[in-house]
């Protein structure tokens, strides 16, 4: 990372410390927007938000490799949730999964390397009686069906970069 | 229409404004007499909860709301933020006097980040009207009430395990005793309920105990919010009395003639249909709203298969008896799925189940051996001796 990226991280960390505070119960809402806006929570930026609340860095590891938003490694534009857990399975997540993977050219769990999207399992994410469910960003889809899928990426494409058609980003919602 | 009719008939404020005119002890003798039992799954008397933490001392105290739902097959507590948000924060507020609490905390699952903006512009709304902040509606009582976004952790549920989310840590439960009624969020005492049961509060205080009273069951009273899934014709949130038997339920939501039915999520109870005449209450079959229903092609151990997953998954991995215990178990299903698994080693598992039940730290490890443990004992002839063609 160039010294000045490391310099506006740090400087966003600080805002961020001095708006919901030093105390360590500030953490999680602080991880949670550089992860929002980065991407990814790493180490330079787990040191600073480290220093911020007076802990030790591993101590931020400890939490962010904790939970599934903040430690998980998809890293693209748009983070596809599928629900795996047993209403949306039953109700043929699976098909759903091969579709995307087939659409993306990734697995489960990877990233596309122009870096827009990545593919995750999420458990029950309380929509079960409209599965298959899955969460783009922070949208919510229902009744996906393997025909669907493409569409739905062809809605991200449009909303983002500079052949973008729609002015609203999905994951702004 | 409101799937929720009794939710959708309250009159807003209506209850808040009972409460606010009542004295502490008579807020919470009310809710004590209607007999509320916690809606999340685990029935601890709601009244008993307050009373408690109202008993405590403390220069301040907190009002939770845990709307961290993660049970598979449970979805009612984001169907009531949609739909009735007014009515949890109206609950909120009256826990909040009962108890001498100053603030309110949301604590909603990152999964459901899309109801935050209409939860915050409720908050706003309740604010302007002043039925939030200083001195609500004259009455001298300030509560304020925020919303912390939890960060994708089936554990958060559990209420030690949320605070610990709140404080900023890892969210694994801590022992309890102290319990967070004392020594809750900061040390401070707090109340942690569930979405539901804020909502049912504020009804009971808007209707009186007996209203709630002449519904359900006696050790079980009032109706309950009940997230219908699987296979059935008619899937959906549905409000039902208490004691309603798992027959009468499967009629209402086309579901007849199913094989079984996953009475309170991954974590409750397999039913076969030669139980169906079981009622659901705290009394015989325990639940937080979930019902999965299986149809009569499904093969029970995938449906075991998907359920030890989960657990492996969600498992936080600090007591040995859950960190292990749920993957010796999948593990287990795994080689059933082969038809490789002896009647002996069946049997040592279904004693490891048991050993889990009583040697985990808190509810997850407790209760995840129960579904393995009742389809084990109700299907034990679909399990035996798989070849490899049933694979």
């Known amino acids: 990372m160039l010294m000045t990226a490391r310099e506006r991280l740090a400087r966003e960390i600080k805002a961020l410390a001095e708006k919901h505070g030093h105390a360590r119960a500030a953490l999680i809402p602080i991880v949670q927007e550089i992860k929002h806006k980065y991407r990814k929570v790493d180490d330079f930026a787990m040191q600073v938000i480290a220093d911020q609340l007076g802990i030790h860095p591993v101590e931020v590891y400890s939490v962010v490799s904790f939970y599934a938003f903040l430690g998980s490694q998809a890293s693209g534009k748009f983070i596809i949730r599928l629900c795996r857990t047993i209403s949306c399975d039953m109700q043929g997540k699976e098909r759903v999964m091969r579709q995307m993977e087939n659409d993306l050219g990734i697995k489960f769990g990877e990233t596309t390397s122009d870096g827009k999207f990545s593919l995750e399992w999420a458990n029950c994410m309380g929509m079960c009686d409209q599965g298959p469910a899955m969460l783009v960003n922070e949208k919510i889809y229902t009744h996906v069906t393997p025909e669907k899928v493409h569409e739905i990426l062809e809605e991200c494409r449009r909303s983002f970069g500079v052949h973008a058609t729609e002015q609203k980003e999905v994951y702004l919602v | ?391």
């Not at chain 2, 039940?357 to 509810?363: E, P, R």
């Open chain 2, 1 to 391: 229409m409101s799937p929720l009719p009794t939710f959708s008939s309250m009159a807003p404020e209506a209850g808040l404004d009972r409460a606010l005119a009542l004295s502490r002890p008579d807020i919470i003798e009310e809710v004590k007499q209607s007999g509320l039992k916690g809606r999340g799954g685990a029935g601890f008397p709601t009244g008993m909860k307050w009373n408690f933490a109202a008993a405590a001392q403390a220069d301040e105290k907190f009002i939770i709301c845990n709307a961290d739902e993660g049970e598979p097959g449970t979805f009612k507590d984001r169907v009531i933020l949609q739909d009735h948000a007014d009515l949890v924060f109206e609950g909120m507020t009256i826990a909040g006097k009962a108890v001498n609490a100053q603030e309110g905390i949301v604590f909603l699952r990152g999964e459901y980040t899309y109801l935050r903006p209409q939860l915050e512009a409720a908050l706003a709304k309740r604010r302007k009207k002043g039925l939030l902040g200083k001195d609500i509606l004259g009455s001298g009582l300030d509560f304020d009430i925020r919303i912390f976004m939890g960060a994708g952790a089936y554990i958060c549920g559990e209420e030690t395990a949320l605070i610990e989310a709140l404080e900023g840590f890892r969210g694994e439960p801590r022992n309890r005793p102290p319990f967070p009624v004392n020594t809750g969020f900061l040390g401070r005492p707090s109340v942690v309920n569930n979405v539901e049961t804020l909502a049912c509060a504020a009804c009971i205080m808007q209707r009186g105990a007996a209203w709630w009273k002449a519904m359900g069951t006696e050790k079980s009273t009032g109706f309950k919010v009940f997230s219908i899934s699987g296979d059935c014709g008619k899937p959906g949130v549905y409000e039902f009395p208490m004691g309603i038997t798992v027959a009468q339920l499967l009629q209402e939501v086309a579901g007849v003639g199913a094989k079984a039915v996953q009475v309170g999520g991954a974590s409750g109870l397999c039913i076969p249909a030669s139980q169906f005449s079981r009622a659901i209450a705290f009394e015989d079959i325990p639940t937080g709203g979930s019902i999965i229903v299986f149809g009569q092609h499904r093969d029970m151990l995938d449906v075991l298969h998907n359920f030890l997953e989960f657990f492996v998954d969600e498992s936080c991995g600090q007591c040995t008896p859950c960190r292990l215990g749920n993957g010796k178990l999948l593990e287990g299903v795994e080689l059933l799925k082969e038809g490789k698994c002896s009647m002996a080693y069946l049997q040592e598992l279904c004693a490891l189940g048991d050993t889990m039940q009583i040697a985990s730290k808190c509810g997850l490890g407790q209760s995840s051996p129960s579904a393995f443990l009742s389809v084990v004992k109700n299907f034990r002839e679909e399990l035996m001796g798989r070849t490899y063609s049933q694979v």
